[in-house]
């Protein structure tokens, strides 16, 4: 048996699904088996599961890996994709490991959230964010681009993925527009979209423009992301990277949230000063509105007690 077994069905994977999904989602999918490899050779040199061989792994080697990233307080929605990653490498070897562990282990899978529409991040967390990017020190860039960041998640309701890959060409800093590419479905149902970059964010955005610029030519480094890797070829983050630059906002204003929670107080925001559902749901990328009154925003308790004194 070869000593990386795991690896080689990755790579016999993801060569099978090369042309049935875009570049962007295979290069993910790429990046996430890679990382659940690392984990399950750590694993394995713990003596805390029995092998490395897709083959071979067994209902309880799945388990303690599913025990091992609840540990890491990793999001409910990450395990769900390291669920589905895994069930489909191993169900290519003829394995039913990861099937059976969910039957007989129920409260191992998370949860199916898809018809609850969570809270969005609080307004005072927002206020306090944006109220401690006017005091980070500017010389330390690695906090400008963790505050520009989280509150550019916030301003414009952008997906992970969106700012991940958004280039500096596409933030207009004259008419603060922001064009997001790599959208949801991008290669099928997606559109590329334009959304307004809220005036009180622009000056922490025009800092980090700046020190941006500075920070590249310090280090003799170019790169067309927005944002970027600080090491090697100052490359697009990974989903990794933009968690830990989220953890020095969360220490910074202690409070811990997740980039969806961000999303969700977008769309509420403007949906609490009377933005229109059909215009909310345009500026986050969704194909109707029923997707945003689902999942991202609704009717206030104050908006509904304001509406019903008028009639009453």
């Known amino acids: 048996m070869s000593m990386y077994p795991f690896r080689e069905k990755v790579e016999e994977y993801l060569l099978m699904r090369k042309g049935t999904v875009s570049e962007v989602t295979l290069s993910n999918l790429d990046r996430r088996l890679r990382r659940i490899d690392r984990e399950l050779i750590m694993l394995k040199d713990q003596g805390a599961i029995s092998t ?35 069930d489909q490498l ?22 199916d959230k898809s018809h609850t529409r969570l809270d969005p991040l609080p307004t005072e967390v927002y206020r306090s964010i944006l109220a401690k990017s006017k005091e980070i020190d500017y010389n330390d860039f690695s906090q400008v681009r963790a505050y520009a960041m989280v509150l ?92 830990s630059i989220k953890n020095k906002v969360e220490k910074g204003v202690e409070h811990r949230f997740e980039l969806r929670d961000c999303r969700r107080a977008f ?31 609704g009717v206030s308790e104050n908006e509904a007690i304001d509406g019903a004194r008028k009639l009453w």
């Not at 609490?272 to 500026?283: A, C």
Request: charged share 25%; with cysteine.
């Open 90 to 111: 191993l169900t290519l070897s003829g394995n039913a490991a990861v099937a059976i562990c969910l039957q007989r282990n129920l409260t191992l899978k998370p949860k």
């Open 152 to 243: 550019l998640y916030i301003g414009t309701g952008a997906r992970n993925k969106e700012i991940r890959f958004c280039k500096r060409s596409e933030l207009d800093d004259r008419e603060w527009l922001i064009h997001f590419t790599h959208v949801k479905g991008e290669d099928t149902y997606g559109k590329p979209r334009n959304v307004p970059i809220p005036e009180e964010l622009r000056p922490i955005m025009s800092e980090y423009l700046y020190h941006r610029d500075v920070w590249l030519l310090a280090h003799g480094k170019t790169s067309e992301m927005l944002f970027f890797q600080l090491g090697g070829e100052c490359s697009p983050l990974s989903s990794n990277s933009i968690r």
């Open 52 to 86: 490395l061989s897709p083959a071979k792994l067994t209902p309880d080697d799945i388990k303690a890996f599913l025990l091992y990233r609840r540990s890491r307080k990793v999001s409910a929605s990450d395990i769900s994709h390291d669920i589905s990653a895994l």
């Open 267 to 297: 769309g509420q925001t403007y949906k609490d000063r009377g933005l229109e559902m059909e215009k909310i749901s345009r500026l986050m990328g969704h194909s109707s509105t029923r997707v945003t009154e689902l999942y991202y925003c």
